[in-house]
């Protein structure tokens, strides 16, 4: 199957400060990119859509200038949180629908874990 | 009503069981539906993957889809405390879209 990895897997910052998580296809090209939060023992929620050379659709409730989406090639997407604060600490995971898949198939990342102190 | 619904749990069974996880659906344009293991701090990995209706079987896993009571099970027999984890449903749309995920069910082996 396709691979997607992320970086970093875990990363701790002080409050305030921006925290960049990269999403990569490694062996496929993904003209869209899924972001995903997913907070201790709850599902995984949607947070964004990221397209390659567009502006990323965000969910309701999700601030785009807090969470920047940038997809400038079809193997890269990369998740920002501005000035992140205690409240936005959780698991960041991308997905992607690889060509080589089947219909419908996405697959993910392993995640990005942030502790916000 | 939610899109995907999915009892959390947990379920924790004694090793051997038989495990039967489901979810219900409102949305009747999914047409691709998953189920995902999830170990703690890891991210999903996909088990099982079916198109439409029908039963799909793989190992100890047998995945069901019932699109006319929009019903989704996964059966894992003979089951392992290896098989501790939390199970996602997960469901999806032609095109562009998102999947959607039910809550996960926590399940528990215990040898």
């Known amino acids: 199957g396709a691979v997607v990895s992320q970086h970093p897997s875990w990363v701790i910052c002080k409050s305030g400060t921006s925290v960049k998580i990269e999403c990569r296809s490694l062996?496929?090209?993904?003209?869209?990119m899924f972001w995903y939060r997913q907070f201790p023992k709850q599902s995984l929620m949607l947070m964004a859509t990221s397209n390659e050379g567009s502006k990323a659709t965000y969910e309701q409730g999700v601030e785009k200038d807090k969470f920047l989406i940038n997809h400038a090639s079809l193997t890269l997407s990369t998740l920002t949180v501005t000035s992140a604060h205690p409240e936005d600490s959780s698991f960041y995971i991308c997905?992607?629908?690889?060509?080589?898949?089947?219909?419908?198939?996405?697959?993910f990342g392993e995640g990005s874990r942030l502790t916000v102190l | 009503q939610k899109e995907v619904e999915q009892d959390p749990g947990p379920l924790s069974v004694p090793e051997g069981a038989i495990v039967s996880l489901n979810c219900t659906y409102s949305n009747s344009a999914f047409q691709y539906f998953m189920w995902y293991r999830q170990y703690s701090r890891k991210g999903p990995e996909l088990l099982m993957y079916?198109?439409?209706?029908g039963n799909k079987e793989d190992g100890r896993f047998t995945a069901q889809v019932d699109k006319s009571s929009k019903y989704i099970s996964l059966f894992i027999r003979d089951s392992q405390p290896s098989d501790s984890a939390t199970y996602l449903c997960?469901?999806?749309?032609?095109?562009?879209?998102?999947?959607?995920f039910g809550k996960g069910t926590r399940l528990s082996v215990i040898a």
């Open positions: 997905s992607a629908e690889g060509t080589s898949g089947r219909g419908g198939e996405l697959f």
């Open positions: 062996d496929f090209q993904a003209t869209t």
């Open positions: 997960a469901m999806r749309s032609p095109g562009n879209t998102p999947l959607v």
């Open positions: 079916t198109y439409s209706s």
